[in-house]
């Protein structure tokens, strides 16, 4: 039960809501019992104030040794009230005179020899009067004990005050608050069960229907209540996570089926060809040969596939480790311009190299060499016999731009842009029945990742019927880091 969201929000807030209420109340009760006793002080110090003077009025019209007594008697007769108990003591610490030598006194019969009311008449100073409690009764007294002169003698009054009406009333609110926090906790925890309920119901909503979410109906969406507010928000980001992973895993299907699609065909001539070898038991060597030529040629071309496809996983994982060192680049194009010659020649094509200056440079040779003979390679490749290309690097501010240009009959202006794709391919059909090593459209997807590792760009920076520019731009202090970062597409 406590692993649910709802039943600890309502926990926590009923726990809080029940510690707030105890305390308001017994900081309320506090001030309550507080001022009451003030009031009652209050009440003891004037009526002591009135009952002296009583006192000493009454001292006017009496004379004798007897006169103090029957001054304090009247006194108590004129200020005696219920709950009150009134008590004067001559000096040498005898009683006076005192309210329980009125008839009808319902103040306990040992209330003066109690050692609480000993001691508050002890305390009693003048003018200063002493306030205190007093044991006994239903409820006890306060009391208020002073001392006065009369005639030069030294007098002690004490007033008790029953607390019987004052506990009652106090009684009466913790009573009160004994039912009203109990119930106000119950009605706040249903309610705070129902709001948690209520704002919970939509994420709730979201985990049941993000459960029926699988890879077959990956293109769901969660449902969006409210874009502004927080689980509104949440939905979103998860719908955004969602299209990221139907993307990612629309792309995977769709490199699967695109690699099982290439793989077929080299695979399929294969099995052609060498059935054909067999068929017959005796053939011309010219024939073997032929057949081994055309096994031999599907055979690179399966294996430049899978190496491909192996350098484009790798790179999507961003697990391809990189071996960066200090070279030129100028070297490195000028050799892989020598490397291409021959394949230029083969289809009279005129290659040339246009780099002016030295061109130092930190980065992993091996990978901007597979960079640049793919880009060579496309250039003759897509260039009709007889034509021309270019191959020039230069330093063009704080980056090293490597061109290279071909006359070929270029690509058309809407495709531009998809040749960087994998498995791209402006004319299959075309490619794939010469048979020379026309590729299974992933040359310049591995050309861009090199050059984006490289913390560069591989742009087409021009293509018309004239012939196509590529070009790498590749910054001329490049530090790459050990492993390249992931491919991005
Ligand atoms: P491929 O291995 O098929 O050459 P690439 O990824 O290198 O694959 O190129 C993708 C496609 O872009 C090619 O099939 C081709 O149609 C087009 N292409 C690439 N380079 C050139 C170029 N220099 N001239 C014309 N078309 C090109």
Redesign the pocket.
């Given at each position: 039960m406590l692993d649910s969201v709802r039943v600890r929000l309502t926990l926590w807030y009923t726990g809080l809501l029940a510690l707030f209420l105890v305390l308001l109340s017994l900081i309320t009760y506090f001030i309550f019992w507080r001022s009451t006793l003030q009031r009652t002080d209050s009440n003891l110090a004037e009526l002591s104030e009135a009952f002296l003077s009583t006192v000493q009025a009454e001292m006017l019209d009496s004379h004798g040794p007897d006169a103090p007594r029957l001054a304090v008697q009247e006194a108590i007769v004129e200020h005696h009230y219920r709950d009150h108990v009134f008590a004067v003591f001559d000096p040498s610490g005898g009683m006076l005179a005192s309210s329980q030598d009125l008839p009808n006194q319902e103040s306990p019969p040992k209330l003066f020899s109690s050692g609480s009311f000993r001691e508050l008449r002890e305390r009693s100073g003048t003018p200063d009067q002493h306030f205190g409690n007093v044991k006994g009764g239903r409820s006890g007294y306060r009391g208020v004990a002073r001392k006065f002169t009369l005639k030069g003698q030294l007098y002690t009054l004490v007033i008790l005050q029953s607390l019987h009406p004052q506990n009652e009333m106090l009684e009466e609110v913790r009573v009160t608050f004994a039912w009203v926090i109990p119930i106000a906790i119950f009605l706040a925890s249903l309610g705070g069960y129902f709001l948690a309920r209520k704002s919970l119901a939509p994420v709730v909503a979201m985990s049941s229907q993000a459960g029926r979410i699988s890879a077959k109906n990956l293109h769901e969406r969660l449902p969006i209540q409210n874009a502004k507010d927080e689980l509104g928000r949440l939905a979103a980001s998860f719908n955004d996570l969602l299209e990221r992973v139907d993307q990612s895993f629309e792309r995977q299907r769709r490199f699967m089926s695109d690699a099982s699609h290439e793989l077929r065909t080299p695979a399929a001539i294969l099995r052609g060809e060498s059935e054909v070898a067999l068929s017959r038991t005796e053939r011309p060597a010219e024939e073997y040969r032929e057949s081994l030529a055309v096994l031999h040629a599907e055979a690179q071309r399966l294996t430049q596939i899978v190496e491909d496809l192996f350098t484009l996983t790798r790179a999507d994982a961003g697990q391809y480790p990189l071996s960066p060192h200090e070279f030129y680049l100028d070297e490195l194009v000028a050799d892989c311009t020598h490397a291409a010659r021959s394949l230029a020649s083969a289809k009279q094509i005129s290659l040339t190299c246009e780099v002016p200056e030295e061109l130092p440079i930190r980065a992993d040779e091996a990978l901007l060499r597979r960079m640049i003979l793919?880009?060579l390679?496309?250039?003759i490749?897509?260039?009709p016999a007889g034509g021309r290309v270019t191959v020039s690097c230069g330093r063009s501010g704080a980056e090293y731009a490597l061109s290279?240009t071909?006359s070929?009959?270029?690509?058309p202006g809407d495709?531009q842009q998809r040749?960087?794709e994998?498995f791209?391919?402006?004319?299959?059909a075309r490619?794939r029945s010469e048979h020379d090593g026309?590729?299974?459209?992933?040359?310049?997807?591995?050309?861009r990742w090199i050059a984006e590792a490289h913390h560069g760009r591989l742009i087409l920076a021009r293509?018309d019927s004239s012939?196509?520019t590529?070009s790498a731009l590749l910054p001329a202090q490049v530090s790459v880091p050990s492993t390249a970062a992931s491919l991005t597409r």
């Open positions: 793919n880009l390679d496309n250039a490749k897509y260039t290279i071909d070929g009959e270029g690509i495709l040749v960087f994998r791209f391919r402006v004319d299959k490619t026309g590729g299974a459209g992933l040359g310049l997807s591995i050309a293509s012939g196509s590529f």
